[in-house]
């Protein structure tokens, strides 16, 4: 049975005390115009409940942008696994954000399994947040399915007039509430509050698209050898700001970090991007993907054609990062749109 709590906001502030007390906390906090991000926070006065998506996703805590994984000693000859992960609480996460963990946990629990990620992933407390209303332009969570919570966090807060209703999704959520005394069981009242919400939500969250979820992956089918991947591609400056900023791109390099010793060192974990040409580059210099045209291509099948046809699912969460941050102005639903028109044509 589903369990539904309710947090008064005159004690928030108590709350948040309390969750940075008990371990680290993270949430979003205010980094210059429309620009936010998810750092370390002490009290609620420091946390923006109302904001567009981060400049990164909380990705970087389940998959740190540099990551140690064996330190050597060669004249000890000596190798060790190595983790550094503490107990951690995220939160205010978005939908869209909560959904690109779920793609994460899917791609890092398939064989062969990520230890690192997902002893990591043990020690993480995720809350998310409810967006009331649209972020920004750039938005396309209801395409997507993500404008409401879909699973992925052990709390789930929705902000109403002057309380909080809570979603309790796991153990490790309802052994928190149990910590907070100023948690109390929701009323059949709060609860019509959360479905009337909910109502309120379906008339401002659309599909931004004319185009159904079901009919995104048919459309990337047919799309391999459509022009639009030149026209990107003539814009593309190959920054990689998109998969940079994307909640569930997870492509990485590896690399040794040598001492000045030169006995001594670690290896490297870090993240890469499709959109970097080296990415592709085998040995001999050749590459799978030299022209930019190639690599968006690739960018965008990752995300509606090939991970459905692996995991039956979508690896778009609607964020609208990768338009948001892009330096040529590429803009995902302008993209698709124009695949729209082009395949219709062609019929």
């Known amino acids: 049975m589903e369990q539904y709590v309710v947090l008064n906001k005159n004690d928030f502030d108590d709350f948040i005390d309390i969750l940075a007390k008990l371990q680290k906390l993270v949430a979003p906090v205010k980094r210059g115009e429309k620009n936010y991000a998810f750092d370390e926070v002490t009290s609620s006065s420091e946390i923006a409940l109302k904001y567009i998506p981060t400049i990164l996703p909380p990705k970087k805590y389940f998959l740190p942008q540099n990551e140690t994984l064996v330190e050597y000693n060669k004249k000890q000859n000596k190798r060790e696994g190595t983790l550094y992960s503490e107990p951690l609480t995220i939160f205010g996460v978005h939908t869209c954000d909560l959904a690109g963990i779920q793609c994460l946990n899917i791609v890092f629990s398939d064989r062969p ?9 043990k020690k993480i407390l995720v809350i998310g947040l409810e967006c009331n209303e649209y ?32 979603h309790v999704n796991t153990l490790s959520g309802e052994e928190l509430i149990k910590k907070m005394g100023m948690i109390k069981p929701a009323s059949e009242e709060d609860m019509k509050g959360l479905e009337q919400l909910r109502i309120k939500k379906r008339k401002i969250f659309k599909p931004e698209i004319d185009i159904s979820y079901s009919n995104l992956h048919p459309l990337f089918e047919k799309s391999f050898n459509n022009d639009v991947w030149n026209d990107i591609g003539n814009r593309c400056l190959s920054c990689t700001n998109c998969t940079n900023v994307c909640p569930t791109c997870y492509c990485y390099d590896m690399g040794y970090d040598t001492d000045l010793d030169m006995n001594s060192g670690s290896l490297i974990r870090k993240w890469d991007s499709c959109q970097s ?31 459905f046809d692996k995991y039956n699912r979508y690896f778009c969460t609607g964020c609208g990062r990768c338009s948001r ?23």
């Open 277 to 307: 040409r080296p990415f592709a580059t085998v040995a001999g210099g050749e590459s799978f993907r030299p022209e930019r045209a190639a690599r968006q291509r690739h960018r965008y099948m990752r995300k509606f054609n090939y991970a």
């Open 325 to 347: 941050t892009c330096m040529a102005k590429i803009n995902l639903k302008e993209t698709i749109n124009t695949l729209i028109k082009t395949v219709k044509a062609e019929k």
């Open 113 to 121: 399994m990520d230890a690192n990620y997902n002893l990591r992933k």
């Open 135 to 166: 972020c920004d332009e750039y938005a396309s969570c209801a395409l997507m399915h993500n404008q409401y919570p879909n699973g992925g966090y052990d709390l789930f807060f929705t902000e109403l007039e002057n309380k909080f209703i809570i």
